[in-house]
């Protein structure tokens, strides 16, 4: 089956599938079978082309990295909107990489469903609209008998959602818990060191792991919205971010690191969904983990997951949270298993 993608959204993780469409085009032909041309980008800041006929990848990269644009690409219709985009557009797999919006959804909820309503397939990497709509995007889907796929949204291209899913299917998950938030446990490491919250944070934003505004990684909702989505998805939830109470690292200090550092634990953010009396609890907090804990010799910007299982007991995984081609490659993964699913 041949796909035509659109982008909505070309930031990072979009140039990031892009890359990887690109390089791996001949592998994914001779290996699963999968052909696919891009026709359509849309993003408010880069620019939007549709061309029916496929556009020039590598062109598209060239641009993007001399102009910060795609505008100056010379062949296609300019100037769609990302929802005329999904509904005008020949594309029949929707790549939804717009900023989340842990609140509302917005745009990516709008997105998803209007894709999804007209019966294309849609990928994507957006957290607000998996945390707060799942049931009700999942349901679109099956009606209009077309996929739904978000492996990013949780760990990047570290491949916890399609291990829960498919690698424990007919394992009871009767508890998820972990570090799901590289920026705070980069900033807990580097505070173990010695340093102040207000400096590790400051050397976060220069590295790129946080944001000028943080809020989101520090006050844990990053984690909020992961551990809502895998609580939903994983263990039949039906929760929403409000419910999940949430402490982030921002009333850790340096005596509460030495203190630990002097009992041999160290404070790792947790994300952790429970079953309990038949329901499932979340919630997100620093933690104190000893040396028996696997968490506890996860640092820097890695990510862990521990799913108990009433089969196999724990399963870790662990591997990056984020990154470019990382990013990218978990919607690869998740391409290739629409293009598993419903290739005739």
Do not use: C
């Amino acid at each position: 089956m041949s796909y035509k993608l659109a982008f909505i959204g070309f930031g990072v993780v979009g140039q990031g599938l892009t890359t990887l469409l690109k390089e791996k085009r001949e592998f994914l032909k001779k290996n699963f079978g999968l052909e696919y041309v891009v026709t359509a980008i849309s993003d408010p800041v880069k620019g939007s082309i549709y061309q029916e006929e496929g556009l020039d990848l590598e062109r598209i990269l060239a641009l993007v990295e001399k102009d910060g644009s795609i505008s100056n690409y010379d062949k296609g219709a300019k100037g769609w909107d990302s929802v005329k985009t999904i509904t005008d557009s020949n594309a029949n797999l929707i790549v939804e990489v717009s900023p989340t919006d842990i609140e509302n959804g917005e745009p990516g909820i709008t997105h998803i469903r209007t894709a999804l309503s007209r019966k294309k397939h849609v990928i994507t990497t957006n957290k607000g609209p998996l945390a707060l709509f799942y049931r009700e995007l999942a349901e679109l889907a099956r009606k209009n008998n077309v996929a739904l796929r978000f492996e990013g949204t949780v760990l990047s291209g570290t491949p916890a959602i399609n291990l829960s899913l498919d690698a424990l299917a007919g394992a009871d998950v009767q508890e998820v818990k972990g570090i799901m938030n590289g920026t705070t446990n980069y900033m807990l490491a580097k505070m173990a060191e010695g340093q102040s919250y207000d400096a590790v944070l400051k050397e976060a934003q220069r590295l790129g792991y946080a944001e000028t505004k943080p809020d989101a990684d520090v006050k844990g909702w990053d984690a909020q919205a992961k551990i809502v989505i895998l609580a939903n998805v994983v263990m039949g939830a039906d929760m929403k971010p409000p419910d999940v109470p949430t402490q982030g690292i921002t009333e850790i200090t340096l005596e509460d690191i030495e203190q630990a550092k002097k009992e041999g634990k160290r404070y790792k953010l947790i994300g952790r969904a429970w079953k309990e009396s038949g329901k499932v609890k979340a919630k997100v907090s620093p933690e104190l983990v000893g040396t028996d804990d696997f968490l506890y010799h996860v640092t820097g910007v890695t990510n862990a997951l521990t799913f108990s299982t009433d089969v196999l007991g724990k399963v870790t995984i662990v591997g990056p949270g984020a990154g470019k081609k990382e990013t990218g490659f978990s919607l690869l993964v998740d391409f290739l298993n629409v293009h598993n699913v419903f290739k005739q």
